[in-house]
């Protein structure tokens, strides 16, 4: 089905290109006129659904990376201790790997790092990101 789904804004611009006829001539009748004009408003509905499609694509790709990304630095953080557990089902399955994370982080206070300015765990002895007390 992902296919076909993804083979059809290819399809419907190909259609359209065999569809068209050479240009109308000076001489041609109206019908012809519009028929042109017609298939290459065709042409545009076959290009817009190609560049929502990509547009769609990029989009996902982006959530799954930025998820992947805020997982693995959210459980550096907290110093979880399925952090890398979590990190890898991220990067490969992100909704199962967001809702593992979700489920077993720590339920802790974070506070800004001084010396790095990241996050860390309040109270902690060293911060994850820096080493520094």
Not at 1 to 26: D, E, H, W
Not at 76 to 94: H, M
């Amino acid at each position: 089905m992902k296919r076909f789904l993804s083979g059809l804004p290819l399809f419907f611009m190909v259609a359209n290109l065999f569809a068209q006829r050479s240009t109308p001539s000076a001489n041609s009748s109206p019908d012809s006129a519009e028929a042109a004009a017609a298939a290459a408003g065709m042409a545009g509905v076959g290009f817009a659904c190609c560049f929502l499609y990509l547009l769609l694509i990029a989009g996902c790709l982006a959530a799954w990376i930025f998820v992947a990304i805020w997982i693995m630095r959210d459980a550096k953080s907290r110093q979880s201790e399925n952090a890398q557990l979590v990190t890898i089902l991220g990067w490969l399955v992100p909704v199962v790997g967001l809702i593992v994370h979700l489920a077993t982080r720590p339920k802790v206070n974070l506070v800004v790092c001084p010396h790095c300015k990241k996050k860390r765990i309040e109270g902690s002895p060293v911060c994850p990101h820096c080493g520094q007390p």
